[in-house]
């Protein structure tokens, strides 16, 4: 990893493999991007990096890309990219109106690690895996949109990259 984790971040998942995660309450700074979900990362850039740099806060990994839709319109993708915080009490003295700073609660997530390029494909396939885990074990719910954690910069080459796919959790109640 080319950056610290946020503070009480669990380390990535094993590689290829499925487990439940617990996460902390953490603070990030936030960009949406509606549209073609390939570019999401590519856009948020520059608006996520102008934040962190104006703020003199510390770059930290993963950086987090949420899938959803728009509401009301639910044919347009949106992808929320964000920059974490190391710690969740750090408060920026500016926020650019292009970006939202976001409180997460804590959060279990089930989770999958991967090794590889960045590729649609790779997030498609292993949030297939992640539905299929889910439908073995009924005990859980999902409770939010799924999520990839990105954990290298653009320089590593992209066979030695680490990402997670996850999707939010809580135990059913059925």
Do not use: C
């Not at 960009?31 to 003199?56: E, K, M």
């Not at 806060?57 to 949106?78: C, H, K, L, N, W």
């Not at 494909?121 to 949030?127: A, D």
């Amino acid at each position: 990893m080319s950056a610290y984790l946020p503070s009480g971040f669990p380390e990535p998942a094993e590689i290829g493999t499925i487990e439940v995660k617990q996460y902390p309450q953490y603070r990030a700074v936030t960009y949406s991007h509606a549209g073609d979900v390939r570019q999401a990362t590519g856009v948020a850039f520059n608006p996520l990096f102008q934040h962190i740099s104006n703020n003199q806060i510390a770059m930290t990994t993963p950086v987090e890309a949420r899938y959803t839709a728009i509401p009301g319109q639910i044919d347009v993708p949106q992808v929320e990219v964000s920059f974490l915080y190391p710690a969740p009490n750090i408060a920026p003295s500016s926020v650019n109106s292009a970006v939202t700073v976001t409180d997460t609660p804590p959060m279990t997530v089930v989770s999958i690690g991967i090794q590889g390029a960045y590729t649609w494909e790779s997030y498609e396939k292993n949030l297939q895996k992640l539905e299929d885990w889910l439908k073995e074990h009924p005990e859980y719910a999902i409770v939010g949109p799924p999520r990839r954690f990105f954990y290298n910069s653009p320089m590593t080459p992209e066979a030695i990259k680490i990402s997670e796919v996850q999707i939010p959790i809580d135990i059913s109640n059925k």
